[in-house]
């Protein structure tokens, strides 16, 4: 089970330079922010994290798939997910994350946590719009879709004159004679 310190970075100990950091995140992960919109997660997040005199530049990349619900048809299936964000921390008077590149820490901290960025690097990849790639290609085969397609418009039996009720011919014939 994961949890909220896992992800905590103590930079004072960290020597100037590049460091680099993995994490395996999966629905565990996503609890911790009581968010439940993905069935399954695999996502392998890395950390580059550069220490510099007087700030830390940190660069995040994501890539593997998330099964989610397909929006027409409900049925699940496994969207990839790539996804990348840079964040630039400097040290100030006090706490500031109003710009969402630069992050301001209070000169008294010796550690960051890293959830919360990398939390939003992975939702903001996922496509809001979620078509199974199935209903691109044809391939699949769902009761949900064969019952969209019955219902589209456009498909409905054509109205015979014999159908349509006798008193809607006169009015025809007004629209008709004004020609």
């Known amino acids: 089970m994961m949890e ?4 905590n970075i103590p930079f004072i100990g960290l020597k100037e330079g590049k460091h680099q950091f993995e994490y395996q995140i999966d629905n565990s992960f996503f609890e911790l922010f ?3 919109e ?9 950390l580059e994290f550069h220490k510099k005199a007087t700030m830390l530049e940190l660069t995040f990349n ?6 989610v619900n397909c929006d027409v048809t ?12 840079n964040l630039i921390v400097k040290f ?6 109003e710009n969402e590149e630069i992050l301001i820490v209070p000169h008294g ?13 992975i939702v903001l990849a996922v496509p809001s719009k979620r078509i199974h790639p199935g209903i691109e290609d044809g391939t699949l085969q769902s009761d949900i879709l064969e019952k969209l397609e019955e219902l589209q418009p456009g498909t409905e039996k054509k109205e015979t004159e014999e159908e349509i009720d ?14």
């Open 74 to 85: 409900n049925e699940p299936f496994g969207q990839a997910v790539e996804g990348n964000l």
């Open 109 to 121: 901290e010796y550690e960051i946590n890293v959830a919360q960025y990398i939390y939003e690097m």
């Open 62 to 67: 994501a890539t593997g798939t998330v099964t």
């Open 92 to 97: 100030g008077n006090e706490y500031n994350d």
């Open 166 to 179: 006798p008193r809607w011919n006169t009015l025809k014939k007004l629209l008709t004679d004004n020609k």
């Open 4 to 7: 909220l310190k896992d992800f």
């Open 38 to 46: 993905f069935n399954e997660t695999a996502i392998t997040a890395t």
């Open 34 to 36: 009581n968010y439940d």
